[in-house]
Structure formats: structure tokens, C-alpha cells
């Protein structure tokens, strides 16, 4: 069996009692860095010392068969360095190996950082989207934000704590200063801080430098009523450039949530000219 569990975030404390126990009699723990496992063997008073067997992302694919097989006689125990495994860390591609040669796969649930940033955040919470770390580079992070500017569900990222401020003056740029955030450092931990508002407001505060652990949490696109004629204007300025009707009626109606078939028909029609109608019999 394989058994993915979730380890503390930041304080030990938030270990749960199963995690405990399956530490204290598993063979086999297999981990993204067996140092941290270890630190957590000693932290937690575990006196069991289990096979340690590193999962990282740059072995995964290669291990994950050699763990299916160990798993298929005793009980493999994966580990992340903090949170769920899979969860923008190893354990997927083993999951997915696991499940396509017919063997069992569990959970010990517990801390995510994910959704106990989502939680304080102060920022809708009943629909969201975790979209992991944000680009390195400044044009791919402009363009991952601009590939979510109609977005309406409210957003998860990971971040370094030295591009925060950085990423922060992209979202602005791209998303509106005014669109609402809450970075949330060092979660579970000391020195824990939820900072709250406007993108530019904390692109602001995070120029001055910011440490430690970071998730920021980004509300959903407002939801606007859209003009027909406007959307249609905006439909028709893409196919003058090059795009074709459908596909621009698709990318005007995803921005704006007018209906894709209502657009297309309208801008349809706005292209009919008096000179294409048809003369009428007489």
C-alpha cells in the first residue's frame, strides 16, 4: 500500500496522531529529502528508524516503479518536506504508477498550506483555483497572469519570498491595482502574518523585503455586466487582425461571460453589410 500523509507546514504541533503512529511502525518512508524526515523522526519522539528512500523531483519517475513494487508487499509511507505529496510536490507521477499497476493508495490527511492560506485570506473561499508556483521570469509571469485576468474564482499561488514584490507589481499591472490580495507568510509558525489588500497596496509593503514562507491569495475577476455592442466591437478588432469569428466570439465571451453562441451571431451579423445583402426579388 502507499500511504501519502501530510506532515506539518511549520509547527510540529499540527502533527496528527495517525501520522505519529504510521511513523512509529513503517518499513519504508519514502521522502523529498530525507534530512527534513529524519529532523521530523527526532522532533516528533519517534524512536522507529524505517528505510529512507528519497523522492524527489528529479528521481520520481525513475523510483516510482521500484516503490510500486516495495508497495505491493508492505505498506510505503511518502512524505513532502511540509503539506499534502502531489500538492506541488513529488508524489504524483508514484500515485499515478501505483493506480495504473492495480495497487492500493491511502491518505493520512492534514496541513495544507493551500487552504489554511485560503481560510485566513478574508477572500471568498466557497469556489477556488490553486495555481502553484508563479513563473520565474517576468514575461512569463505577465502572461500567466494575463491568461487568468477573467478568472472569477479566487486564486492560490506558491511564491519565493524573493520575487514576492516583483510578482506582486506584475499582478497590479496586469490584474488592476485595485484588485484585492492577501499575502500569508510563515503560516502555522512564530512569526506567522496575513497581510491584506489592494495588489498595489502590498506591492508596495513587500518592495521593502519580505522572509520566510509565502502563499498569496488573489480575488476573482468582478463580475461585470458587458455590453453587447462593446463585446461585439471587441470580437470584430480580433478578426480584423487575424483571428477567425469563432474563435474570437470564444475569447471575448470567456472575458466578458456574454454567451460564446449570442456573441458569434451578433458579430455575425454586424459583418453583414448593406452591399453583401442580397438584392430583394421583385
Excluded at 106 to 123: C, D, N, W
Excluded at 165 to 190: F, I, N, S, W, Y
Excluded at 234 to 253: C, F, P, T
Amino acid at each position: 500500500m502507499i500511504i501519502l500523509a501530510a506532515t506539518p507546514i511549520g509547527n510540529l504541533k499540527d502533527a496528527s496522531t495517525r501520522l505519529v503512529e504510521t511513523l512509529g511502525t513503517v518499513g519504508i518512508v519514502a521522502s523529498e529529502d530525507t534530512r527534513v524526515t529524519q529532523r521530523l523522526l527526532a522532533g516528533l519522539g519517534v524512536e522507529n528508524r524505517p528505510r529512507l528512500i528519497a523522492l524527489h523531483d528529479h528521481n520520481e519517475r525513475d523510483r516510482s516503479a521500484e516503490l510500486v513494487e516495495l508497495a505491493r508487499e508492505t505498506d510505503v509511507l511518502v512524505l513532502s518536506d511540509a503539506g499534502m505529496p502531489t500538492v506541488s510536490d513529488p508524489g504524483f507521477h508514484l500515485v499515478e504508477a501505483a493506480a495504473a499497476a492495480g495497487v492500493g493508495v491511502t491518505v493520512l490527511p492534514g496541513p495544507s498550506a493551500v487552504v489554511t492560506a485560503l481560510a485566513v485570506s478574508g477572500l471568498p473561499t466557497d469556489r477556488f483555483t490553486f495555481e502553484g508556483f508563479l513563473p520565474r521570469k517576468h514575461g512569463e509571469r505577465t502572461a500567466a497572469f494575463r491568461a487568468l485576468a477573467g478568472e472569477r474564482r479566487t486564486m492560490v499561488f506558491f511564491e519565493s519570498p524573493n520575487r514576492l514584490a516583483a510578482a506582486l507589481a506584475d499582478l497590479a499591472a496586469v490584474l488592476g491595482d485595485d484588485r484585492r490580495v492577501a499575502v500569508c507568510r510563515e503560516l502555522t509558525k512564530m512569526f506567522e502574518e496575513v497581510r491584506r489588500g489592494t495588489a498595489a497596496e502590498l506591492a508596495e509593503w513587500a518592495a521593502e523585503g519580505v522572509r520566510g514562507e509565502i502563499c498569496i491569495v488573489v480575488a476573482g475577476a468582478p463580475e461585470t455586466v458587458a455590453d453587447l455592442d462593446s463585446a461585439v466591437a471587441q470580437v470584430l478588432s480580433l478578426v480584423a487582425a487575424g483571428s477567425r469569428l469563432k474563435e474570437a466570439a470564444g475569447e471575448v465571451a470567456e472575458a466578458t461571460g456574454l454567451g460564446r453562441r449570442d456573441l458569434y451571431q451578433a458579430a455575425l451579423a454586424a459583418r453583414v453589410t448593406p452591399a453583401e445583402v442580397p438584392p430583394a426579388r421583385p
